[in-house]
């Protein structure tokens, strides 16, 4: 389960042995599945009723906190193996107790848990057929020689003015942009953010086009701290649009690599002038499932703001939280969303719409003063005008 660099070596060994290799990674494309002579599964439920050896290699993020439990733990055979080395917190450990201590799980080896050091009355102790380790990779002499010597080389370079490399971050880049291109910057990363909260599939592909005079010529040097030669605003839209996904959240340097590491195409690229606006950031993500787009600009008051989503025109101001929702194009729509947001004590700040054509696809873009609750959320997906539904941070 994850086919990032890790999985992807884990892979390669467990290849060398001629196993049949079976992985469940939505955020991997194809192609490097394909590559690594691997079967890309859509259904986790697929991998883990297939599966003789199950091993983790996810970070933990929302969607992998507790994503097997006694339900998953029940697909799976027998006689399974099951490793976890990734991040404790991903298999529900009550659960796998109970089905190591019933047999129901052949065997597994645990490096991570919810609790590290695992507590002394934590119901794995009491099971046979676990082996645990105490996540000190990084401990050894070995390791923390290392560290000190890489630690060492990069604080003579900095100090000699050389290039360095293993950064964590760029706090200095945006200090170093004009007011309007800092505006853009900040867009940027909203605009990444946002396509994270309601793109679906595999992605491979981001394009991040600059159009305009004010994006002529290069705004500042592309090395940075990395050796990715990209404008500052696709460091941005890439942050925003990777930390989603990771509980430990991503970098402009780490961002970068998270999208190599999953075998993502980065482009950048430069237009003239468009009708209507002098200058604009355009970010399109292309993934196994389809194409969307998200159009930002900045105008005199530095305020950056969505002009587009897909299709759709717009004028949104990229900050705060929001419901997102795609409808048929019929009367009555929107007062039935006020209606159901009022009732619930939902104060609405803005209203913001496009649509297609007359009684076709619409789109609603709805700033509020709260967040939306899960059930609230519901009744308004259930509306039957409604396609989608959604709530998004900026």
Not at 265 to 294: F, P, Q
Not at 363 to 386: H, M, N
């Amino acid at each position: 389960m994850g086919l990032g660099r890790i999985g992807t070596e884990v892979a390669k060994r467990a290849g060398s042995f001629d196993m049949r290799i079976i992985a469940y990674d939505p955020y991997i494309k194809r192609e490097k599945a394909d590559k690594l002579a691997v079967e890309l599964v859509d259904d986790l439920d697929d991998l883990l009723a297939r599966s003789d050896i199950i091993t983790f290699h996810v970070p933990l993020t929302d969607e992998t906190t507790g994503m097997v439990g006694k339900r998953e733990l029940d697909l799976m055979k027998d006689q399974v193996v099951l490793i976890n080395c990734a991040r404790g917190g991903v298999v529900q450990e009550k659960a796998l107790a109970e089905a190591l201590g019933k047999g129901r799980i052949f065997m597994a080896a645990l490096d991570v848990f919810d609790v590290e050091p695992l507590p002394g009355d934590s119901p794995l102790r009491k099971v046979p057929n676990l082996i645990v380790t105490p996540h000190l990779g990084a401990n050894t002499e070995e390791a923390q020689k290392n560290v000190s010597v890489i630690i060492a080389q990069q604080v003579v370079n900095v100090l000699k003015g050389r290039s360095y490399e293993n950064a964590v971050n760029l706090p200095y880049v945006r200090g170093r942009l004009a007011p309007e291109l800092q505006a853009y910057f900040d867009l940027s990363e909203k605009m990444g953010r946002l396509l994270a909260q309601f793109l679906s599939g595999r992605i491979e592909e981001v394009q991040i086009t600059l159009v305009g005079p004010l994006f002529a010529e290069d705004v500042s040097e592309k090395v940075f701290d990395s050796p990715f030669r990209y404008q500052p605003f696709t460091f941005a839209a890439l942050k925003g649009l990777m930390e989603l996904r990771l509980r430990e959240g991503a970098t402009y340097i780490s961002a970068p690599y998270y999208a190599k590491e999953r075998g993502i195409s980065i482009l950048e690229a430069k237009a003239d002038r468009v009708k209507n606006y002098s200058d604009l950031i355009t970010v399109k993500v292309v993934t196994d499932r389809g194409v969307n787009t998200v159009e930002g600009t900045v105008f005199a008051d530095l305020k950056g703001r969505i002009i587009g989503i897909d299709q759709f025109r717009v004028d949104v101001v990229a900050k705060g939280t929001f419901l997102f929702f795609t409808n048929q194009d019929r009367p009555g729509v929107i007062g039935k969303v006020g209606t159901i947001l009022g009732r619930n004590h939902i104060n609405v700040a803005g209203f913001y719409l496009g649509r297609e054509s007359y009684q076709g696809s619409a789109l609603g873009f709805v700033s509020l003063d709260s967040r939306i609750p899960e059930g609230v959320l519901k009744e308004i997906k259930d509306l039957p005008e409604i396609l989608e539904a959604r709530e998004i941070i900026l």
